[in-house]
């Protein structure tokens, strides 16, 4: 159903310049202060997308999220010790 997306993180010198990112891809965020853009894009077509962003001259450093690649679900292998520290 939906495309399978990978998160980049793009360092950039000129925050204005960095909305024209949207044509590579989904933009998430852009912080003003840091000087950074998240960006989402089709796994498909990931690295050579990062190979076109790099040669932006307002890119300063590209970085891969490894956000999917945490794991999110937990499972309860340690004891409770909250009985133990009771009233």
Do not use: C, Q
Not at 46 to 60: F, P
């Amino acid at each position: 159903m939906f495309a399978e997306r990978t998160g980049y993180i793009i360092w950039v010198t000129d925050v204005k310049a960095a909305r024209n990112l949207e044509k590579y891809g989904t933009v998430h965020y852009i912080s003003r202060r840091m000087h950074y853009v998240v960006m989402y894009v089709n796994a498909d077509r990931a690295e050579e997308t990062a190979k076109n962003i790099r040669r932006l001259s307002y890119v300063r450093k590209i970085e891969r999220s490894y956000r999917n690649e945490i794991k999110t679900e937990y499972t309860k292998d340690v004891p409770d010790k909250t009985r133990f520290y009771g009233l």
